[in-house]
């Protein structure tokens, strides 16, 4: 889910791959192909770039992490906007048809 959950946050935002990656303070020449890895869950970040990845993207990590859209909005209204920002962008979450 954290792949998904961050592609969808991102496009809500409307920044790309390399801008989350410089705003969370990764650097060199494959930084977004780094994002493009955990947006396709290839790899996962440690906690740590999690955690900066959420704050830069302004939704709670659990949001970021949870299994499922319940769980999101049980632990915060934020994970709800998540959805509406998601479905804006013309994605679908979990429980949406």
């Known amino acids: 889910m954290f792949a998904e959950r961050l592609k969808q946050a991102r496009l809500a935002l409307g920044i790309s791959q390399h801008e ?15 994002i493009a890895r ?20 302004d ?20 994970g709800e906007h998540l959805s509406c920002r998601a479905t804006e962008a013309g994605l679908r979450t979990e429980g949406q048809e």
Not at 21 to 34: D, F, K, P, Q, T
Not at 63 to 78: E, F
Request: charged share 25%.
């Open 20 to 34: 989350i990656a410089r705003r969370i303070g990764l650097s060199g020449e494959a930084v977004s192909s780094r």
């Open 38 to 57: 955990y947006e396709f869950g290839t790899t996962e970040p440690d906690f740590a770039t999690a955690s900066e990845i959420a704050k830069e993207l």
């Open 59 to 78: 939704v709670p990590l659990v949001c970021l992490l949870a299994d499922n859209d319940v769980l999101c909005r049980h632990h915060s209204c934020i």
